[in-house]
């Protein structure tokens, strides 16, 4: 199969170095402004669209424009795209797959969630048996090393975030890691396998930036550990999502998640708790997932066929849980108890509704954090 590779940055060449290593995968074009990269670069789109050998791209640019123009055009132009791009994934999911029917080709996106981790491939596998129960987990590695390191190293947020930042693991902005808009994407993109539904980005994202050094050692006192936590589930045509940080008991699997590491547990009647654990970006473990689609592809290889055809609106009052909030001073409200531990004052909350939790923090300034059902 001959295919292209839209940008030939980290994951764009991690994909051209795995296919080197295939007989049957052959990278005839790249487009990539620096045609100094790569011999058989192309800053011209065109040179793909029109080329007929090519039958799939690679979307490797990440970002929604132009990807988004790019992947409907190429499927327009009947080729099959395998992209990683969870922010137009999450957006356009639906134009594409409608796109995709229309021209009879693929379009796949494993490498979206999780990196190398056959998450997505997973939650496929037990939809095609039974409903899915509930889905959870590290989606993002950035903010797990961060929490880890603060939790193993004792050391402050943004010390923390400037580390992350040298070895490559953060951007230079890093909003997208620590305000939970790449976990959130990758929870829509989630729920549209695990429930057959289009979610909307409209659940509650809190950011996991306010959490100190402080706070890290007071959880640990208490035997728990913080962890950034994207989840999601559905009664009926309502669901509940939410990405927020989750306390677990340090010897919970979710609490021993060292480093950049992702873990996605998917919750069903029968199959009960499949946990799916690895590295959940970087260069040659999200190549690797595209090149699995690829492979796929070639050999007309589909788990379960993908719709979303379902309906869901976002209920806050679907499920109850506890929460602990963490503020500078003493909260108006009824709590199960009030702890103060230096110049904080940590609020557990009896069981309340998201909608109720919303009501409690409005217009406050604390961090808000859930206390893990494995507590419950």
């Not at 011209?44 to 029109?50: A, G, K, V, W």
């Not at 070639?298 to 609106?313: G, L």
């Amino acid at each position: 199969m001959r295919i292209a590779i839209l940008g030939f940055g980290t994951v764009g060449s991690g994909v051209y170095e795995i296919a080197k290593t295939l007989k049957n995968i052959e990278v005839k074009k790249v487009l990539e402004k620096d045609l100094s990269k790569i011999d058989i670069a192309t800053d011209n789109y065109d040179e793909i669209i029109n080329d007929k050998e090519i039958e799939l791209v690679v979307e490797c640019m990440g970002g929604l424009h132009p990807a988004y123009e790019f992947i409907m055009q190429a499927l327009k132009s009947k080729k099959s795209v395998v992209s990683a791009n969870k922010a137009v994934i999450a957006k356009y999911l639906d134009e594409f797959l409608q796109a995709a029917k229309e021209n009879n080709v693929e379009f796949r996106f494993e490498a979206s969630v999780g990196g190398g981790i056959p998450c997505l491939a997973g939650i496929q596998k037990v939809r095609r048996v039974e409903n899915i129960d509930k889905f959870y987990g590290i989606f993002n590695g950035t903010s797990n090393f961060i929490l880890d390191n603060m939790y193993r190293f004792e050391n402050e947020f943004f010390t923390t975030l400037k580390t992350a930042q040298e070895l490559g693991y953060a951007e230079a902005d890093p909003s997208a890691d620590i305000d939970g808009y790449d976990v959130t994407n990758k929870v829509i993109i989630s729920s549209a396998l695990a429930y057959d539904g289009f979610i909307k980005n409209e659940f509650p994202c809190f950011t996991m930036r306010n959490i100190t050094k402080e706070d890290i050692l007071y959880f640990k006192k208490k035997g728990l550990i913080a962890k950034y936590i994207g989840e999601a589930t559905t009664v009926g045509d309502e669901y509940e999502a939410s990405v927020m940080l989750n306390l677990f008991p340090t010897n919970a699997l979710e609490g021993n998640v060292l480093s950049n590491y992702n873990i996605v547990t998917v919750q069903s009647h029968t199959m009960g708790e499949v946990k799916f654990y690895g590295q959940g970006a970087g260069k040659l473990p999200t190549a690797n997932a595209i090149i699995q689609d690829i492979l796929d592809i070639q050999a007309n290889i589909s788990f379960n066929p993908i719709s979303i055809e379902k309906k869901y609106s976002y209920s806050a009052k679907l499920f109850k849980h506890r929460y602990v909030l963490r503020s500078n001073e003493e909260l108006k409200d009824e709590f199960d108890k009030i702890e103060k531990d230096g110049n904080n004052f940590y609020h557990y909350t009896k069981e309340i509704t998201q909608a109720d939790l919303l009501k409690v923090i409005e217009g406050k300034d604390c961090l808000v954090t859930k206390l893990s059902e494995v507590l419950v």
